[in-house]
């Protein structure tokens, strides 16, 4: 079992910056791959990036160049720094959470709201 807590979110004008983070616990992290996924108003949940222990990390296309994902290992958290946010950037924002034997994600965080005003 894996617990997620997401914060970081808010309210940001186009071409700014946020930074999420996700805390984990419950099970080894070190046993896990790390995910983002989000979701706008009426649409479905996609993809945003991905991250495994050893810090290797994947990319929808449409985020690449302006997400980064990253992990500290000692504090248990993945952080996705996001940048020259746009409008359809807005949508909650979910920590995910699987072992590397499942392509499923099993564990999911709350998620924070992310708002970029145009």
């Known amino acids: 079992q894996v617990q997620l807590i997401e914060s970081g979110g808010g309210l940001v004008q186009a071409g700014g910056s946020l930074r999420l983070s996700c805390s984990a616990s419950?099970?080894?992290?070190?046993?896990?791959?790390m995910g983002w996924f989000r979701q706008a108003p009426g649409k479905e949940r996609e993809f945003v990036a991905s991250i495994t222990w050893g810090g290797d990390t994947a990319y929808a296309d449409s985020m690449k160049g302006r997400f980064t994902v990253s992990r500290d290992n000692a504090k248990n958290t993945i952080y996705l720094q996001m940048n020259t946010l746009k409008p359809e950037d807005t949508a909650v924002y979910y920590c995910?959470?699987?072992?590397?034997?499942?392509?499923?994600?099993?564990?999911w965080g709350q998620g924070t709201q992310v708002t970029v005003s145009s």
């Open positions: 995910a959470a699987r072992t590397y034997a499942s392509g499923a994600y099993a564990w």
């Open positions: 419950g099970r080894t992290f070190s046993t896990t791959v």
